[in-house]
């Protein structure tokens, strides 16, 4: 038998990009696999384990949606 990796909404920031795995199907909607906001899905899918975080991004890529940019620095101090 193997693991169960148990996942919560708390494992998530509020902003951050997240990826459903698989269909979420609520009374009210019907939410397709892709990337969303975390704040966006419903509680049921991530208790489901429907959600993961996105894979890091190598190199210096725009698409990494989860990393904020630094404040530009003046280097004439």
């Not at 966006?40 to 384990?49: K, Q």
């Amino acid at each position: 038998m193997g693991l169960e990796r148990k996942m919560f909404r708390g494992m998530f920031s509020a902003g951050e990009v997240v990826r459903l795995k698989q269909p979420c199907f609520t009374s009210g909607r019907l939410f397709e696999p892709g990337k969303y906001n975390a704040d966006e899905l419903p509680d049921i899918a991530f208790d489901m384990g429907l959600v993961d975080h996105l894979p890091p991004v190598k190199g210096n890529c725009s698409e990494n949606l989860n990393v904020q940019n630094p404040p530009d620095q003046n280097l004439e101090d």
